[in-house]
């Protein structure tokens, strides 16, 4: 496990970069990505962005003209904000065994890159490219605005659990070289476009309640992804939605795969361990936000089957450790 000077030291060593992000790619992976390779051009070096065909139109903008020519000759793959071999988009399947060095925060981090650094208590993985920018003297506006843009919305903007003291000094540093986060919160944190405000207005009022209103239950079936046009874009980060509702402390987003399977996203309060929810469909995560898959049942045996468990969950008493 590198520290984040060795990280400095080992980027200082090497010449050309491929630098890789994962499956779906958010704002954290795709932003430690831009920002990573910024601050090693700034250094002297050569590097470029595997192509991820997955990026959506809103984060688009900080990794545009960063993707990696088809004949690109790199020396050294970095993988950024992927804890899992699993989570390699398609094209980067060949680099599973490739990864000179993985940077990552995620407790789960499967061990696939030669070295690693893995810093779990960082809400953010641009939380420890900021502190790889430092070493490498390059906390410049160009790495600073990405890696804003990856620990704001790494953090549903400051205010998931995972939020620390570090989190606020990280962001403080980053608008100090003067880039404009104003704009960036606004972008990702106060505009929607008018399909997706048609989307929540419905599934706000489709919801539905159990367990006296402690458990809601969001579904978005194949069928209104069609009738209503939805885009992956337009679905993101819809899990959190039901956790606005006062009085719930477990909500469950059901969203329909195009093969049949249900998506599951459970986000909980302490009552409610989301991991042990998750687990008994060979899911998981973590305690406060796990995921799972439910194969071959209809729309209500799967709500049926997920609202039990989070029923059942948190009436068990509490024991054990925190995960
Ligand atoms: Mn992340």
Same mark, same amino acid.
């Given at each position: 496990?590198?520290?984040?000077?060795?990280?400095?030291?080992?980027?200082?060593?090497?010449?050309?970069?491929?630098?890789?992000?994962?499956?779906?790619?958010?704002?954290?992976?795709?932003?430690?990505?831009?920002?990573?390779?910024?601050?090693?051009?700034?250094?002297?070096?050569?590097?470029?962005?595997?192509?991820?065909? /997955?990026?959506?139109?809103?984060?688009?903008?900080?990794?545009?003209?960063?993707?990696?020519?088809?004949?690109?000759?790199?020396?050294?793959?970095?993988?950024?904000? !992927?804890?899992?071999?699993?989570?390699?988009?398609? *094209?980067?399947?060949?680099?599973?065994?490739?990864?000179?060095?993985?940077?990552?925060?995620?407790?789960?981090?499967?061990?696939?890159?030669?070295?690693?650094?893995?810093?779990?208590?960082?809400? #953010?993985?641009?939380?420890?490219?900021?502190?790889?920018?430092?070493?490498?003297?390059?906390?410049?506006? /160009?790495?600073?605005?990405?890696?804003?843009? #990856?620990?704001?919305?790494?953090?549903?903007?400051?205010?998931?659990?995972?939020?620390?003291?570090?989190?606020?000094?990280?962001?403080?540093?980053?608008? /100090?070289?003067?880039?404009?986060?104003?704009?960036?919160?606004?972008?990702?944190?106060?505009?929607?476009?008018?399909?997706?405000?048609?989307?929540?207005?419905?599934?706000?009022?489709?919801?539905?309640?159990?367990?006296?209103?402690?458990?809601?239950?969001?579904?978005?079936?194949?069928?209104?992804?069609?009738?209503?046009?939805?885009?992956?874009?337009?679905?993101?980060?819809?899990? #959190?939605?039901?956790?606005?509702?006062?009085?719930?402390?477990?909500?469950?987003?059901?969203? /329909?795969?195009?093969?049949?399977?249900?998506? !599951?996203?459970?986000?909980?309060?302490?009552?409610?361990?989301?991991?042990?929810?998750?687990?008994?469909?060979?899911?998981?995560?973590?305690?406060?936000?796990?995921?799972?898959?439910?194969?071959?049942?209809?729309?209500?045996?799967?709500? *049926?089957?997920?609202?039990?468990?989070? !029923?059942?969950?948190?009436?068990?008493?509490?024991?054990?450790?925190?995960?």
């Amino acid at each position: 496990m590198l520290t984040t000077k060795e990280v400095a030291d080992f980027l200082r060593a090497h010449a050309n970069y491929l630098i890789l992000t994962h499956k779906r790619p958010d704002g954290d992976t795709l932003g430690c990505a831009a920002a990573l390779c910024h601050m090693l051009r700034g250094a002297g070096k050569t590097a470029w962005l595997l192509e991820n065909a /997955e990026v959506t139109d809103n984060y688009a903008p900080y990794v545009d003209g960063l993707w990696a020519a088809e004949d690109y000759k790199y020396d050294t793959v970095v993988s950024v904000d !992927i804890a899992a071999t699993g989570l390699f988009p398609k *094209n980067a399947e060949a680099f599973r065994d490739k990864v000179d060095l993985a940077v990552d925060h995620h407790p789960s981090y499967e061990g696939f890159g030669k070295l690693c650094c893995v810093r779990p208590e960082c809400a #953010a993985c641009g939380e420890i490219l900021y502190e790889v920018a430092v070493e490498l003297g390059q906390l410049t506006p /160009e790495v600073a605005l990405p890696l804003y843009v #990856a620990v704001s919305t790494d953090t549903g903007c400051f205010v998931y659990s995972n939020v620390t003291a570090n989190t606020h000094r990280v962001a403080a540093a980053l608008m /100090e070289t003067g880039v404009d986060v104003r704009a960036v919160n606004k972008k990702h944190f106060r505009t929607k476009t008018k399909k997706r405000l048609a989307l929540e207005g419905r599934l706000l009022s489709e919801m539905e309640y159990f367990d006296g209103g402690r458990v809601v239950v969001v579904q978005v079936p194949q069928s209104m992804i069609r009738e209503m046009g939805l885009t992956e874009n337009d679905m993101d980060d819809l899990a #959190a939605l039901g956790g606005l509702v006062e009085g719930q402390d477990c909500s469950v987003t059901m969203k /329909e795969l195009e093969n049949g399977d249900w998506k !599951i996203s459970v986000r909980t309060g302490p009552r409610v361990n989301a991991t042990k929810v998750c687990e008994k469909f060979g899911g998981g995560g973590h305690r406060a936000a796990s995921g799972c898959v439910i194969k071959g049942m209809t729309q209500e045996a799967a709500k *049926n089957a997920i609202v039990a468990a989070c !029923i059942e969950v948190g009436a068990a008493p509490a024991c054990g450790g925190a995960q």
